[in-house]
């Protein structure tokens, strides 16, 4: 590859990486409005179901990787991230789309935190601090007067979740295909969801908005996301992937205020600055 070329996706691999982080945070306003049509779990069923199938689709040979090792591997890791969808999808219904990034971005201060009570790693002041930090700006955002909101509490298990997701990927994904874990996930996700909707039994997207809402999440948001961000890290360090990911989180309140016609009270935004700040400098710190 000519040094230009090379400079050249260097340079666009973090544009590349944001338009990911854009849709994603773009993604909770518009799911607000479709999962008040269509339940949760039907929702997140045909969503990760059409992922699932559009990713085989792009990549066929995939399935030939699939072995006892990686299934189960992926799977275990799968069942994590489907927990964390479904919980973060019940808060997001019963909560604003701002809060619900702010509280799962939290997800990115807790993977430490696991990581020292499970893996026995050591946690630096600095980490502590931040996990201190982030904490009470959770508190700022889920605390309501003499209660706690019941949307940010089970937006708050999905961020445990996905730490949960990160630490199991951090240990399994050394060795194996990436994207052939990836399409494991994406159908322990649909499959999750699926079981989870039997005794209401599955209806199908009720109309076109919810189609393209469906669509969207599934085609864009989660298999040419991962394409997106598979092939960014391979021109950026992790360190750079995980800041320009986090800006998720701002894109979802920015979004969420503008076009959900959201508004943050004084509380909420100084709780979600404080989640913010500790999630940029745990990842800044981590490059050191």
Request: one cysteine or more.
């Amino acid at each position: 590859m000519s040094q230009a070329k090379h400079l050249f996706r260097m340079k666009f691999a973090p544009w590349a990486l944001l338009t990911v982080a854009m849709a994603w945070g773009w993604s909770f306003v518009i799911m607000k409005d479709a999962i008040e049509r269509q339940s949760v779990n039907n929702f997140l069923f045909t969503r990760f179901l059409l992922g699932t199938v559009v990713m085989v689709l792009i990549r066929p040979k995939t399935l030939k990787l699939l072995n006892k090792d990686l299934l189960l591997r992926a799977g275990t890791a799968g069942l994590f991230l489907g927990f964390g969808y479904i919980f973060q999808t019940l808060g997001l219904a019963r909560t604003g789309a701002a809060v619900t990034g702010f509280v799962t971005g939290l997800y990115v201060v807790l993977t430490p935190l696991f990581a020292w009570l499970f893996l026995k790693e050591k946690i630096n002041r600095f980490t502590w601090a931040c996990i201190a930090a982030a904490t009470v700006g959770l508190g700022l955002l889920s605390i309501h007067g003499f209660s706690v909101g019941f949307g940010e509490l089970l937006v708050f298990m999905s961020a445990i979740f996905y730490a949960c997701h990160i630490i199991a990927l951090s240990k399994w994904s050394s060795g194996r295909d990436v994207y052939a874990m990836t399409v494991v996930q994406l159908f322990m996700c649909g499959l999750l969801s699926g079981i989870a909707s039997i005794p209401g039994g599955y209806s199908p997207p009720p109309d076109t908005g919810v189609w393209a809402v469906v669509i969207f999440t599934a085609v864009f948001a989660t298999a040419i996301a991962f394409i997106i961000q598979t092939w960014a890290q391979a021109h950026m360090s992790s360190t750079k992937v995980a800041v320009i990911l986090t800006m998720e989180v701002v894109f979802a309140a920015i979004f969420a205020i503008i076009f959900g016609g959201e508004r943050l009270t004084l509380q909420s935004a100084v709780g979600g600055i404080l989640v913010i700040t500790s999630m940029y400098l745990i990842v800044i710190k981590e490059s050191k």
